[in-house]
C-alpha cells in the first residue's frame, strides 16, 4: 500500500493536548491499514511557535522521527534540544511535550503502537 504526497488525508487540531496553535496532521494511513495494533501513522508539522502539550503514553509507544526544522521535547522532565534526523522513543506510561522553538516548520513522522 502506497501513499502519495497528494492523497495524504490532512487536519487541523487547535491546542493540541493543550499545546499552543495549531498543528496540521497529515495521516500516512489510518489504524485499520495495519496488521497490528497502529494507533497513528501521521506527520506532524507545527508552525514556528506551536506545541504539543505534556500527555503520557499508556499501554502504547510512541515513536517520533523528525524529518526538518528543529524544536525541543519535554522527556523525562528536562526540555532537550530535537532537530533533523533526531528520533524519540515515547512509552511504558511516560510523558512528553514538543515545541517549535525555530523560525521554521518542525515536521515530525509519528507512529503510536499499541500493547
Known amino acids: ?10 487536519e ?3 491546542n493540541m493536548r493543550g499545546g499552543e496553535g495549531k498543528v496540521e496532521l497529515g495521516h500516512w494511513f489510518a489504524s485499520e491499514d495495519f496488521g497490528g495494533k497502529v494507533r497513528l501513522c501521521t506527520r506532524l508539522t ?5 506545541s504539543i502539550g505534556n500527555h ?5 509507544d510512541e515513536v517520533y522521527i523528525v524529518m526538518s526544522g528543529s524544536g525541543k521535547i519535554l522527556e523525562g522532565g528536562e526540555w532537550i ?4 534526523g533526531d528520533a524519540v522513543l515515547t ?6 511535550s514538543v515545541k517549535n522553538d525555530g523560525d521554521v516548520p518542525l515536521v515530525i513522522a509519528a507512529v503510536i503502537i499499541q500493547y
Not at 56 to 60: F, N, Q, Y
Not at 81 to 84: G, P
Open 46 to 50: 507545527l508552525p514556528p511557535g506551536a
Open 91 to 96: 512509552g511504558k506510561g511516560g510523558t512528553h
Open 1 to 10: 500500500m502506497i501513499t502519495h504526497n497528494t492523497g495524504i488525508a490532512t
Open 81 to 84: 534540544a530535537i532537530s533533523a
Open 56 to 60: 503520557a503514553h499508556e499501554c502504547e
Open 12 to 14: 487541523v487540531r487547535e
